[in-house]
């Protein structure tokens, strides 16, 4: 399975990015998709995940900002961040899950840098 990032980049503080990944390959249904990002210095951590079938999870630190939403149909994934915060600053990844295969998957990475 490979999956596709793009919509990192660099913004201001209290500014907003759509992050967007697809993913393809699997022969079987992909059943979570979502966003993980890694700060400098620090452990890669959760942002967003959906399930099919289920209400998104959220990290604490991004929960009333950031919304996640998918298409399955296209196995598409999209992360809207608003009112981002230096904090914020991190490599988004990319992830999915899929149960036939009882396996994880990540994207390559996408840079989202927030200035103050």
């Known amino acids: 399975v490979q999956l596709q990032a793009s919509g990192g980049g660099l913004v201001q503080a209290g500014g907003s990015l759509r992050l967007s990944c697809a993913a393809s390959?699997?022969?079987?249904?992909?059943?979570?998709m979502g966003w993980y990002r890694q700060a400098p210095g620090k452990e890669r951590e959760i942002v967003a995940i959906?399930?099919?079938?289920?209400?998104?999870n959220y990290g604490d630190s991004v929960k009333g900002r950031f919304t996640i939403s998918r298409d399955g149909a296209k196995n598409m994934v999209y992360l809207e961040m608003n009112n981002l915060k230096p904090e914020d600053t991190a490599v988004y990844y990319c992830?999915?899950?899929?149960?036939?295969?009882?396996?994880?998957?990540w994207g390559q990475g996408t840079l989202v840098t927030v200035s103050s």
């Open positions: 992830y999915c899950y899929v149960e036939r295969r009882l396996s994880g998957y």
């Open positions: 959906i399930r099919s079938g289920s209400i998104p």
């Open positions: 390959g699997s022969p079987f249904s992909i059943n979570v």
